[in-house]
């Protein structure tokens, strides 16, 4: 199976075994048309339950912070209370940008076609979770903005120009969905609920307007290294083509596509996959949803309007952005996807962008990563070295190999790469912009030329 292949829509689901993030079990993906056999479906019967019940339990989670913040005004003195007395009406305002966000998550998951029969295989009914038709109803006492949104529920129609994608999903039958009755949802531990609240938050790096300046600090000299290297692009029968491992909401794999590579975007986690798929598939405008990214802080806010401002995303239609005909994102963890013999030499260059730190062994990355370019291809990176499988309680029998970058360019060295161009920049990886809390990188910048074909052992 190659991975280029075009798809009719911008997300294309395939892949292979099992893999980890943080603490959580996540299955791969066959392409979606191909027949999964029986040991996959088992995979993804034990995983994805646990991914969408994360979703589907985000209000629930939300709601149990609020209690937890009202418990704590209740306890007061009313000399004390009588200082912050706007604090109730925060409450509320949080509540109503709860509502929002889960809006917004439900749309994605309507629009979600499961690769399995997800109902079958979501767990018994449990008591106290809204169900999307109270939260619906919910809804309902809010404004009009949400009697609006509700109609787009209802009417999910797709078209992209240029004739790529031209897909009319209708109304999602909710019968077909019946796995979104939240009531159905299993047991979801803390890191799955963070994760719900990650993809929020990193929604905005790649979707939102307040993004640019992060994306201006990474993207933008990945993508201008590319327009430099690769001049002779633009004839559709030299395109060349562009590999993005761990490419999270897939904004970098887009812009690629936009700047005339035929681009395909590799991200392991589901949670980013169903978001980014919703985004790429499904936006009809601009500023289509409303999100209010920050609201799961109450620290480090100079001002309450700081902390519930929302956010529009996308900031641009995806469809109209002008993407090449071969754009598709694809599911699954980058060493086993692309480690298959038919990727060999098959990449003119490969980005990554905060990713390599993600392995649990960097050298089967830079070995991988050598193995699928083509002799004289490039590898352009971007970030730091924060190992991800480092330090990780719970984690301590995980396999964390965590080089040095001087290691880690002897490494690629080994496997055929020469520096050809090395600097260090400085940003910031889904910060609040107006936090008081601003943690800041800074990570290497490189491009590295394959040399010539090696021989691996
Ligand atoms: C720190 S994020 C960077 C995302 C994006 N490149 C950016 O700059 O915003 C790392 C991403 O790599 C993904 N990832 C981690 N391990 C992976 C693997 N083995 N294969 C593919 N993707 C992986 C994660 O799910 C996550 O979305």
Redesign the pocket.
């Known amino acids: 199976m190659m991975a280029t292949e075009t798809a009719p829509e911008f997300v294309t689901a395939m892949a292979t075994e099992t893999?980890r993030?943080g603490n959580s079990r996540e299955v791969d993906e066959e392409k979606i048309s191909r027949k999964k056999n029986p040991e996959e479906e088992a995979l993804e019967a034990k995983c994805l339950p646990g991914i969408i019940s994360a979703y589907l339990n985000y209000p629930k989670a939300a709601e149990e912070n609020l209690k937890k913040c009202e418990r704590s005004y209740q306890k007061l003195s009313p000399a004390h209370k009588a200082l912050v007395t706007h604090f109730p009406m925060k409450l509320q305002r949080l509540r109503r940008c709860i509502l929002m966000n889960s809006h917004f998550i439900y749309n994605m998951l309507q629009a979600f076609e499961p690769p399995i029969d997800l109902s079958k295989h979501m767990r018994e009914p449990i008591t106290g979770a809204l169900s999307m038709e109270e939260l619906q109803r919910e809804e309902h006492h809010h404004d009009h903005s949400l009697k609006n949104a509700e109609i787009r529920l209802n009417n999910k129609t797709c078209e992209f120009d240029g004739g790529h994608l031209n897909h009319d999903h209708g109304s999602v039958p909710f019968s077909s969905h019946d796995w979104l009755d939240s009531s159905l949802q299993a047991h979801v531990p803390l890191v799955d609920v963070n994760k719900v609240r990650w993809v929020i938050r990193n929604i905005v790096?790649?979707w939102g307007a307040e993004g640019q300046r992060e994306r201006d600090e990474?993207y933008k000299p990945i993508l201008e290294e590319l327009d430099s290297l690769f001049p002779d692009r633009h004839k559709e029968s030299t395109r060349p083509a562009c590999l993005v491992?761990?490419?999270?909401l897939g904004r970098?794999a887009l812009e690629i596509s936009c700047l005339g590579f035929r681009s395909q975007g590799?991200?392991?986690?589901y949670y980013?996959m169903l978001c980014s798929s919703f985004i790429l598939n499904y936006t009809q405008l601009p500023g289509e949803w409303t999100i209010y990214p920050w609201i799961h802080t109450n620290c480090n806010s100079l001002s309450d309007d700081d902390q519930l401002r929302p956010i529009s995303i996308p900031d641009i239609h995806p469809a109209s952005a002008g993407v090449t005909e071969s754009f598709s994102m694809c599911r699954g963890?980058?060493?086993e996807v692309f480690n298959e013999s038919s990727q060999a030499g098959m990449w003119d260059a490969v980005v990554t962008?905060?990713?390599i730190d993600?392995a649990h062994n960097i050298i089967e990355y830079i070995e991988t990563i050598s193995k699928i370019l083509k002799d004289g291809g490039v590898l352009i990176n971007l970030g730091p070295l924060l190992y991800h499988f480092a330090d990780e309680q719970g984690l301590e029998n995980e396999m964390s190999i965590e080089l040095s970058l001087e290691d880690v360019k002897r490494v690629a060295s080994h496997y055929g790469f020469e520096m050809e161009k090395e600097k260090t920049i400085e940003t910031t990886y889904s910060t609040n912009p107006r936090s008081m809390m601003k943690n800041r990188y800074y990570p290497v910048f490189w491009t590295m030329r394959k040399k010539c074909a090696i021989t691996t052992t």
């Open positions: 893999e993030i790096r790649d990474c491992p761990g490419a999270g970098l590799n991200e392991v986690s980013m963890d980058f060493v962008c905060f990713f993600t």
